[in-house]
Protein backbone atom coordinates (compact mmCIF):
# COMPACT_ATOMS: atom_id res chain seq x y z
CA UNK A 1 0.00 0.00 0.00
CA UNK A 2 1.52 3.41 -0.87
CA UNK A 3 1.21 6.33 1.66
CA UNK A 4 0.95 10.05 -0.13
CA UNK A 5 3.50 12.47 1.19
CA UNK A 6 2.14 14.88 3.11
CA UNK A 7 1.61 18.70 1.77
CA UNK A 8 4.95 20.88 2.61
CA UNK A 9 4.06 22.76 5.79
CA UNK A 10 5.63 26.34 3.91
CA UNK A 11 3.06 25.74 0.90
CA UNK A 12 -0.07 25.10 3.04
CA UNK A 13 -1.46 28.83 3.95
CA UNK A 14 -0.11 29.73 0.64
CA UNK A 15 -2.27 27.49 -0.84
CA UNK A 16 -5.07 27.90 1.44
CA UNK A 17 -4.85 31.55 0.85
CA UNK A 18 -5.15 31.56 -2.84
CA UNK A 19 -7.95 29.23 -2.71
CA UNK A 20 -9.88 31.15 -0.22
CA UNK A 21 -9.41 34.48 -2.98
CA UNK A 22 -10.32 32.63 -5.73
CA UNK A 23 -13.78 31.59 -4.17
CA UNK A 24 -14.32 35.18 -3.08
CA UNK A 25 -17.05 37.50 -4.54
CA UNK A 26 -14.50 39.24 -6.73
CA UNK A 27 -17.10 42.09 -7.13
CA UNK A 28 -16.54 43.38 -3.62
CA UNK A 29 -12.46 42.99 -4.25
CA UNK A 30 -12.51 44.80 -7.78
CA UNK A 31 -9.07 46.24 -9.44
CA UNK A 32 -9.17 49.89 -9.10
CA UNK A 33 -11.67 52.65 -10.65
CA UNK A 34 -11.34 55.84 -12.06
CA UNK A 35 -9.86 58.18 -9.30
CA UNK A 36 -8.52 55.37 -7.23
CA UNK A 37 -4.99 55.59 -6.24
CA UNK A 38 -2.33 52.25 -5.66
CA UNK A 39 1.12 51.65 -3.74
CA UNK A 40 2.91 49.15 -5.36
CA UNK A 41 5.81 47.44 -3.36
CA UNK A 42 7.50 44.85 -5.60
CA UNK A 43 10.49 42.63 -5.80
CA UNK A 44 12.20 41.30 -9.18
CA UNK A 45 15.13 39.47 -10.77
CA UNK A 46 16.37 39.17 -13.80
CA UNK A 47 16.53 35.51 -15.09
CA UNK A 48 18.14 35.94 -18.47
CA UNK A 49 19.76 38.62 -20.51
CA UNK A 50 20.62 38.67 -24.16
CA UNK A 51 23.01 41.62 -25.56
CA UNK A 52 21.97 41.74 -29.11
CA UNK A 53 25.29 44.40 -29.56
CA UNK A 54 27.68 41.24 -27.83
CA UNK A 55 25.88 38.67 -29.11
CA UNK A 56 26.32 37.25 -25.83
CA UNK A 57 23.83 35.72 -23.40
CA UNK A 58 23.82 36.61 -19.18
CA UNK A 59 21.75 34.33 -16.62
CA UNK A 60 20.93 34.29 -12.81
CA UNK A 61 23.81 31.66 -12.45
CA UNK A 62 26.36 34.95 -13.75
CA UNK A 63 25.24 37.91 -11.29
CA UNK A 64 21.97 37.36 -9.28
CA UNK A 65 20.30 40.87 -8.50
CA UNK A 66 17.94 41.53 -6.65
CA UNK A 67 15.52 44.81 -7.70
CA UNK A 68 12.92 46.80 -5.31
CA UNK A 69 10.65 48.51 -7.13
CA UNK A 70 8.57 51.09 -5.25
CA UNK A 71 5.26 53.16 -6.62
CA UNK A 72 2.35 55.10 -6.51
CA UNK A 73 -0.27 54.88 -9.52
CA UNK A 74 -3.45 55.97 -10.39
CA UNK A 75 -6.44 55.17 -12.51
CA UNK A 76 -7.08 57.68 -14.85
CA UNK A 77 -9.97 55.33 -15.87
CA UNK A 78 -11.79 51.92 -14.61
CA UNK A 79 -8.76 49.22 -14.88
CA UNK A 80 -6.27 52.24 -16.77
CA UNK A 81 -3.60 53.28 -14.44
CA UNK A 82 -0.50 55.46 -15.25
CA UNK A 83 2.04 55.81 -12.43
CA UNK A 84 5.98 56.16 -11.54
CA UNK A 85 7.90 53.72 -9.79
CA UNK A 86 11.54 54.11 -8.41
CA UNK A 87 13.52 50.73 -9.28
CA UNK A 88 16.98 50.18 -6.71
CA UNK A 89 18.95 47.44 -7.51
CA UNK A 90 21.51 45.43 -5.79
CA UNK A 91 24.06 42.51 -6.92
CA UNK A 92 24.03 39.75 -4.18
CA UNK A 93 26.26 37.56 -5.91
CA UNK A 94 29.07 37.27 -6.99
CA UNK A 95 30.68 39.79 -4.71
CA UNK A 96 31.70 42.34 -6.92
CA UNK A 97 35.43 43.86 -6.64
CA UNK A 98 36.28 46.33 -3.86
CA UNK A 99 36.53 49.01 -5.74
CA UNK A 100 32.63 48.57 -6.88
CA UNK A 101 29.63 49.50 -5.21
CA UNK A 102 26.81 46.48 -4.69
CA UNK A 103 24.74 49.13 -5.68
CA UNK A 104 23.86 48.23 -9.26
CA UNK A 105 21.50 51.00 -10.45
CA UNK A 106 18.42 52.68 -9.45
CA UNK A 107 15.52 53.89 -12.16
CA UNK A 108 13.32 55.69 -13.07
CA UNK A 109 9.85 53.81 -14.30
CA UNK A 110 7.04 55.81 -15.61
CA UNK A 111 4.50 53.13 -16.89
CA UNK A 112 0.54 52.75 -17.91
CA UNK A 113 -0.92 49.45 -16.99
CA UNK A 114 -4.65 47.57 -18.00
CA UNK A 115 -6.22 45.06 -15.55
CA UNK A 116 -7.81 43.56 -19.06
CA UNK A 117 -9.26 40.78 -17.26
CA UNK A 118 -9.73 40.64 -14.00
CA UNK A 119 -7.17 39.31 -12.33
CA UNK A 120 -4.54 39.38 -14.74
CA UNK A 121 -3.52 43.03 -15.93
CA UNK A 122 -0.28 44.26 -18.60
CA UNK A 123 1.70 47.23 -18.25
CA UNK A 124 4.34 49.22 -20.93
CA UNK A 125 7.18 50.63 -19.25
CA UNK A 126 9.60 53.35 -20.01
CA UNK A 127 12.77 52.89 -17.95
CA UNK A 128 15.38 55.81 -17.47
CA UNK A 129 18.26 54.94 -15.56
CA UNK A 130 20.56 57.37 -14.58
CA UNK A 131 22.75 54.67 -12.42
CA UNK A 132 23.51 51.06 -14.28
CA UNK A 133 25.96 48.00 -14.04
CA UNK A 134 27.16 49.97 -10.97
CA UNK A 135 28.49 53.26 -12.53
CA UNK A 136 26.79 56.81 -13.23
CA UNK A 137 25.82 55.48 -16.57
CA UNK A 138 22.40 56.78 -18.35
CA UNK A 139 20.53 53.34 -19.76
CA UNK A 140 16.57 53.36 -21.28
CA UNK A 141 14.73 50.81 -21.98
CA UNK A 142 11.28 50.07 -22.77
CA UNK A 143 9.41 47.06 -20.71
CA UNK A 144 6.45 44.71 -21.21
CA UNK A 145 4.80 43.09 -18.49
CA UNK A 146 2.28 40.14 -18.11
CA UNK A 147 0.81 39.56 -14.41
CA UNK A 148 -1.91 38.45 -12.53
CA UNK A 149 -3.09 39.64 -9.12
CA UNK A 150 -5.02 37.97 -6.36
CA UNK A 151 -6.90 40.10 -3.76
CA UNK A 152 -6.20 39.16 -0.21
CA UNK A 153 -8.63 42.30 1.00
CA UNK A 154 -10.46 45.12 -0.41
CA UNK A 155 -6.85 46.82 -0.36
CA UNK A 156 -4.69 44.55 -1.01
CA UNK A 157 -3.56 42.08 -3.87
CA UNK A 158 -0.69 39.65 -4.39
CA UNK A 159 0.96 40.21 -7.51
CA UNK A 160 2.90 37.73 -9.83
CA UNK A 161 4.25 39.26 -13.41
CA UNK A 162 6.90 38.52 -16.15
CA UNK A 163 8.88 41.41 -17.63
CA UNK A 164 10.55 41.65 -21.06
CA UNK A 165 12.88 44.65 -21.05
CA UNK A 166 14.50 45.70 -24.18
CA UNK A 167 17.14 47.98 -23.42
CA UNK A 168 18.62 50.40 -26.10
CA UNK A 169 21.03 53.39 -24.74
CA UNK A 170 23.51 51.46 -24.34
CA UNK A 171 23.84 48.15 -25.86
CA UNK A 172 20.37 46.52 -27.10
CA UNK A 173 19.56 43.70 -24.90
CA UNK A 174 16.48 41.90 -24.04
CA UNK A 175 16.02 40.17 -20.65
CA UNK A 176 13.57 38.78 -18.95
CA UNK A 177 12.65 39.10 -15.47
CA UNK A 178 10.23 37.55 -12.72
CA UNK A 179 8.22 40.11 -10.21
CA UNK A 180 6.54 39.52 -7.01
CA UNK A 181 5.06 41.94 -4.88
CA UNK A 182 1.78 43.80 -3.44
CA UNK A 183 -0.41 46.10 -4.26
CA UNK A 184 -2.36 48.82 -1.77
CA UNK A 185 -4.95 50.96 -2.49
CA UNK A 186 -5.00 53.95 -1.00
Known sequence: MMSSAPLNRPLLPIASAMIFCLLMPHNVWAVGKQGDFIQTDTLGMTMATYDLTSRTTKTVADATNLSEFVGLQLYVLDRLRMGMNLQLTEQLAPVPPANESRFR?????PQVGLNFYDPFFTALVYKIAPRTNGRTRLDMAIQGLLGIGFPVSPLMRVNFAVEVPFAF???RTLGLTLLGGISIRL
Open 105 to 109: SYAFL
Open 169 to 171: YIH
